[in-house]
């Protein structure tokens, strides 16, 4: 079985067992969740969209917190002086899709 669900105004495409990163949820490690928007629905070639879909998809966290790759926002201006850096790491959680119901 898979799905299509949106979680954090992203798409993912999961399938049950699958491990991802999603944006920060909030919540601790073994927590469970549910996500109610799911816009695709595939079972065994069947597929469902839009309306039609009546399935949730459960996870739980596995992390609660994991920093991305860190990232650089470099400005300057030639011959004025003018130089300012600014960073920052992405916060992700990573869960675990237990049932596609």
Same mark, same amino acid.
């Given at each position: 079985?898979?799905?299509?669900?949106?979680?954090?105004? !992203? !798409?993912?495409?999961?399938?049950?067992? #699958?491990?991802?990163?999603?944006?920060?949820?909030?919540?601790?490690?073994? #927590?469970?969740?549910?996500?109610?928007?799911?816009?695709?629905?595939?079972? #065994?070639?069947?597929?469902?969209?839009?309306?039609?879909?009546?399935?949730?998809?459960?996870?739980?966290?596995?992390?609660?917190?994991?920093?991305?790759?860190?990232?650089?926002?470099?400005?300057?201006?030639?011959?004025?002086?003018?130089?300012?850096?600014h960073?920052?790491?992405t916060?992700?959680? !990573?869960?675990?899709?237990?049932?596609?119901?």
């Open positions: 079985m898979l799905a299509v669900v949106k979680i954090a105004g !992203q !798409q993912f495409k999961v399938q049950t067992g #699958d491990s991802l990163y999603v944006p920060h949820i909030e919540g601790n490690s073994g #927590d469970k969740v549910e996500f109610n928007d799911v816009l695709l629905v595939d079972n #065994d070639g069947k597929i469902s969209t839009g309306s039609a879909v009546k399935a949730t998809v459960k996870a739980e966290i596995l992390s609660e917190l994991v920093q991305g790759d860190k990232v650089i926002a470099f400005k300057m201006r030639r011959r004025k002086g003018f130089r300012k850096k960073g920052h790491r916060h992700y959680t !990573q869960i675990k899709i237990e049932s596609i119901a």
